[in-house]
């Protein structure tokens, strides 16, 4: 059906069942009883795109393509294509992405999930500038070698939100990838915001008993802001890379814990590093929980070069011996780059000093330290 109009229905306008898989194009749908599309019965949904739909349901809240069935789960028994249209998809059970499947979600296209999404060794694409609603108190899981691609642009970023009129931090889990998930996953310039519930941060990395795989996933030019707890959630000694992310307005920006012992020793290092960015972030922009872990958060942007500052907003070694370092120096964003680390610096450190004009070859002995306060004008 291309280019048809629906409307006045006691029902829906358009309603599919068992698996018919339609084909729906430049179509509209106005001022039906229930909803403007509706797909019954089905793990397929055939091909619906660039259609509208207008005072549909009561106060307009049929304005949606809704997927249902009658079992607690949807899942698609081959690839899937949610097309854009003006209006979302509304997927009422759990979307189950299983091993061999992938869901792709096109620019511009919204789909909210009321009751989660489980990424159960499948893969789902979000394309640039598509949006994915969560339900409240609704989880959103990587496992068992599912993968998450997650790719926006700089233009256009894929978003991951709260589904409700009024959001708020905690509607949803966060996405969280357990210790099965693929090394594949990536997140690049995506929006992710209002989770943290049960403890998620809006991402979580190791959600049950182990870390996610070295490295994994890449969270780049991202943002991730609004959490109840973390903007990032590191669990179980996962050591991600996070780099150019701009992590804001969250109770904490990063977190990472080893609640069975896994950074014990110095043997795990975690990338926060370069270019991102942290402000806004309620008790701490970084709080690591490694037992002797290190994180390394140099480069990066904290919307200050005082040093003392930065020091009352990180949590590590210095404020409990048990944990270990954050190390953020040199600062990124236009701050101090050439001042030693706090803390862990050989005792045999080598610098190089470049003069601002020509000066004769000269040997010097000094015993100097240099403190973290004395690099000023005159000083």
Same mark, same amino acid.
């Given at each position: 059906m291309d280019q048809c109009s629906f409307f006045g229905s006691k029902s829906n306008g358009i309603h599919s069942s068992f698996n018919s898989e339609v084909t729906v194009t430049n179509c509209t749908s106005d001022n039906n009883a229930h909803s403007a599309y509706a797909i019954w019965m089905a793990n397929n949904v055939g091909r619906f795109e660039n259609n509208t739909g207008s005072g549909n349901g009561s106060n307009n809240d049929g304005n949606r393509i809704v997927i249902d069935t009658n079992n607690w789960t949807i899942s698609p028994n081959k690839n899937l294509q949610l097309y854009k249209n003006s209006i979302p998809y509304w997927i009422n059970q759990r979307l189950s992405v299983d091993t061999g499947i992938t869901v792709n979600l096109a620019s511009d296209a919204t789909a909210i999930s009321y009751n989660g999404i489980s990424l159960n060794g499948g893969t789902l694409e979000l394309d640039p500038g598509s949006t994915v609603?969560?339900? =409240?108190? /609704?989880? $959103?899981?990587?496992?068992?070698? %599912?993968?998450?691609?997650? @790719?926006?642009t700089a233009a256009q970023n894929a978003?991951?939100?709260?589904?409700?009129?009024?959001?708020?931090? %905690?509607?949803? /889990? %966060?996405?969280?990838?357990?210790?099965? +998930?693929s090394a594949n996953s990536r997140l690049e310039y995506t929006t992710v915001e209002y989770g943290g519930k049960d403890y998620c941060g809006n991402v979580r990395l190791g959600w049950n008993y182990g870390p996610v795989p070295a490295g994994t996933p890449l969270i780049s030019n991202c943002t991730l802001r609004y959490s109840s707890t973390a903007g990032i959630s590191a669990g179980h000694a996962s050591t991600p890379v996070i780099q150019g992310c701009r992590i804001e307005n969250n109770e904490y920006g990063i977190t990472t814990d080893d609640s069975r012992n896994e950074g014990l020793g110095g043997t795990v290092t975690l990338t926060a590093s370069p270019d991102n960015t942290f402000t806004g972030n309620r008790l701490y922009d970084i709080y690591n929980g490694f037992h002797g872990g290190t994180i390394d958060a140099r480069n990066n942007d904290w919307g200050t070069t005082d040093t003392a500052d930065i020091d009352r907003r990180i949590f590590d070694k210095n404020d409990d011996a048990q944990y270990g370092t954050v190390q953020y120096l040199p600062l990124g964003g236009g701050g101090i780059k050439n001042l030693p680390e706090k803390t862990n610096q050989p005792a045999n450190k #080598?610098?190089?000093?470049?003069? /601002? @004009?020509? #000066?004769? +070859?000269? !040997?010097?002995? !000094?015993?100097? #330290? $240099?403190? =973290?306060?004395?690099?000023?004008? %005159?000083?």
């Open positions: 609603k969560m339900g =409240k108190d /609704s989880h $959103f899981t990587v496992s068992n070698q %599912g993968t998450l691609l997650a @790719r926006g978003l991951i939100t709260s589904a409700e009129a009024a959001p708020a931090p %905690g509607d949803w /889990s %966060g996405i969280c990838f357990t210790d099965t +998930a #080598v610098w190089t000093i470049t003069f /601002s @004009r020509p #000066v004769d +070859a000269k !040997t010097v002995t !000094t015993d100097t #330290v $240099f403190d =973290k306060y004395c690099c000023k004008p %005159g000083g």
